[in-house]
């Protein structure tokens, strides 16, 4: 291949793209397609985010900023891991990129050396192997199943852990599966990582906010200090706040750390933009109230969704803690016959029907690196949620 550089030959366009496309595509064609693919909220950004934008291109912050973000968020930042997770830092532990995405793809590419090793618990968020391969690491995927809670265990941890590790990624809430990590979940994890000092944890704690119930969520470096001094915690404005095209995500770290992602910063994107900044100032700082009813609005589609999918024989699905997805278990499905006569023998095949038949865009759990399952994004209308769960019960009884 004359154009692919071996960095990037391994890797394809994710899949999730290209389900929406063809989804899309059936629409344009007049299908009543549904897509239940967004990784997206589907509420608008708060009207006050908008302001401070609107006012921050007014008196000319209209150019680069500080390399790694304006003091101004730095410490907005500061205030909100004191504020909601208990986590003390100075501005020196903060960094701000264009996105979480960002954030990982200049931690990886800041620390990792060729044959790296990374833990990834599946099913997981395509992102983090792929950044790992163009980093020249080799992500070591770990299958964390509904039998336990999607969660990575201290035995699977300690029995993944080499002397090449560098890191273990942690999502809480998460995508794809919408499970979370308690503390009694963290701890005994945090005590395999005590005991192995020449490995760092990542923890994506993109869906704080969207937790459901009494669900306490916590994030590591709180609950063990001693384990700080060698963890990332990244958090964002994009789902919490429903800003996920102003780019702006955000991590505390050590220091050296943050230093050595800033040089990644300063020869990719320079800094992050700057009236998004200033928006995500406003974010932070301002009214957090409206996160309570969205949360509530999030729950009452969660509950529609699971409920329905658990009434359909031959799909379980776990109630999840947190963020917008569910990830049911379609085992139950795999061997039967459809009414054109095909047989379903993975849950590709299977989206792939639901697509094609009743119209309903899911994505396989293959996508994510854990079958067989498949994911529902939630953050569609009641309305729709409702037409589109029915469509896919009526289209499991047919199922022979
Ligand atoms: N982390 C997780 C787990 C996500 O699902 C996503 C978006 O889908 C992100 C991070 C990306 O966040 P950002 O918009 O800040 O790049």
């Known amino acids: 291949d004359l154009i692919k550089a071996d960095r990037i030959a391994a890797i394809g366009v994710s899949e999730i793209l290209q ?74 532990h903060v960094t701000v990129s264009a996105g979480a995405k960002q954030i990982i793809f200049n931690a990886m590419m800041a620390t990792l050396n060729a044959g790296d090793e990374v ?18 690491g080799v992500p070591v995927l ?9 969660r990575l265990t201290a035995a699977q941890l300690r029995a993944a852990i080499t002397p090449k590790t560098r890191w273990v990624m942690l999502n809480s809430p998460s995508n794809p599966s919408g499970a979370a990590y308690r503390a009694e979940d963290y701890l005994p994890l945090i005590e395999v990582l005590l005991a192995a000092p020449h490995v760092w944890l990542m923890v994506d704690d993109m869906y704080e906010h969207i937790v459901y119930g009494d669900f306490a969520f916590t994030t590591p470096a709180a609950l063990e200090p001693r384990l700080a001094g060698r963890t990332l915690t990244v958090n964002g404005v994009s789902k919490a706040y429903a800003m996920t095209g102003w780019r ?3 991590a505390a770290g050590p220091e050296a750390l943050i230093k050595a992602m800033a040089v990644v910063q300063s020869q990719s994107t320079s800094c992050p933009c700057s009236i998004s900044q200033a928006a995500a100032v406003a974010a932070l700082d301002g009214p957090q109230e409206f996160l309570a009813e969205r949360r509530d609005s ?45 047989v379903i023998s993975t849950d590709r095949d299977f989206c792939a029907w639901l697509l094609e038949t009743a119209h ?22 009641m309305a729709e949620l409702t037409e589109a769960l029915a469509r896919i019960t009526a289209a499991c009884a047919k199922l022979g």
């Open 19 to 92: 389900i929406g496309a063809r989804a899309q595509a059936m629409k344009r064609e007049g299908h009543p397609v549904i897509i239940l693919g967004a990784g997206e909220p589907d509420f608008d950004t708060p009207d006050h985010v908008k302001q401070a934008a609107s006012e921050a291109m007014q008196t000319g912050l209209t150019k680069y900023t500080a390399l790694d973000g304006t003091p101004e968020l730095k410490a907005a930042i500061v205030r909100k891991f004191a504020r909601e997770n208990g986590l003390v830092v100075t501005p020196a």
């Open 119 to 136: 833990i990834i618990p599946t099913p997981y968020w395509t992102t983090y192997s792929d950044i790992v391969v163009m980093a020249g």
């Open 142 to 150: 770990v299958p964390c199943d509904d039998t336990s809670g999607f």
């Open 248 to 250: 702006i995500g955000y």
């Open 298 to 342: 999030f729950r009452a589609r969660r509950d529609l969704v699971v409920t329905a999918l658990n009434a359909i024989d031959g799909i379980t699905c776990r109630m999840p803690e947190g963020a917008f997805y569910t990830f049911a278990n379609c085992i139950g499905l795999l061997g039967r016959r459809t009414p054109e006569g095909q």
């Open 360 to 381: 309903v865009a899911t994505v396989p759990g293959a996508a994510f690196g854990l079958s067989p399952y498949f994911r529902i994004s939630y953050a569609s209308s």
